[in-house]
């Protein structure tokens, strides 16, 4: 159980720094972009560790941001945010702002290692093959990104059937959604669906996925699936 600390959930920022640094090579001189950042859960930790290299966090939620900047940048001088104007039907579905495709702000190779924390887990199939090919323009040749799903393979299939998952997934078109009407709030795809997905964008999906325990597992290495993805070398 993680404790809330001064406004953030104590842990969870040095959960995914220990991630990043095991299953990406993150490194203290790299350079990380946050996607999705929200409330800065992860700004902290991981801009301490960051001792020679930077973090940006970008979100969808301008109120977030200034949150983070007010918490975050008193204390951490490498870290960054940014806002960015979207579209989404969970979180912001009344905006005029981009819809995929769309371009990240920032120059091709700018960063070493990208995090998505939660938020394929609210991408439809189209916006999530956008990203995808926006990360793999801003990685450096061999960077990683760790991205989190809701992975139905067979098991997690089987689990969420016999009501064990904290995730009510119904069957939605190739894929299966918590709200067929909104189903940006919780999305699960097949691993294959993924797979294709991540190869479209020229990122190429490292195996074993990291399986998490919200489909009912007994153990998990975390919450959600960690999948981790790479840009290929020069």
């Known amino acids: 159980m993680h404790e809330l600390r001064g406004g953030f959930i104590a842990g969870v920022g040095d959960e995914y720094t220990h991630y990043l640094r095991q299953f990406c090579g993150l490194r203290p001189h790299h350079r990380i972009l946050d996607i999705g950042c929200g409330t800065g859960r ?17 979100d969808t ?48 190779g700018s960063f070493d290692c990208v995090l998505l924390a939660s938020v394929f887990t609210h991408m439809l199939p189209e916006t999530i093959d956008s990203y995808v090919r926006e990360i793999e323009r801003i990685l450096v040749p061999g960077g ?67 399986w998490g325990f919200w489909c009912g597992r007994q153990s998990g290495v975390s919450y959600q699936d960690l999948v981790i993805l790479r840009k290929k070398e020069v």
């Open 61 to 108: 939620q301008r109120w977030a941001i200034w949150f983070s900047r007010m918490r975050v940048l008193l204390r951490q001088k490498n870290a960054h945010f940014q806002h960015i104007d979207v579209q989404n039907g969970l979180y912001a579905p009344k905006k005029k702002g981009q819809v995929s495709p769309f371009r990240l702000p920032f120059h091709d």
């Open 42 to 58: 992860m700004a902290v930790p991981l801009s301490r560790y960051l001792r020679s290299g930077s973090y940006i966090g970008i």
């Open 144 to 210: 990683a990104c760790l991205a989190t799903f809701f992975v139905m393979n067979e098991e997690a299939l089987r689990y969420t059937t016999e009501g064990k998952s904290s995730q009510p997934f119904v069957s939605w078109r190739n894929a299966y959604a918590v709200d067929r009407d909104c189903p940006e709030r919780a999305v699960a795809y097949p691993p294959e669906t993924i797979r294709l997905l991540c190869e479209q964008g020229c990122l190429k999906m490292e195996e074993p996925i990291r």
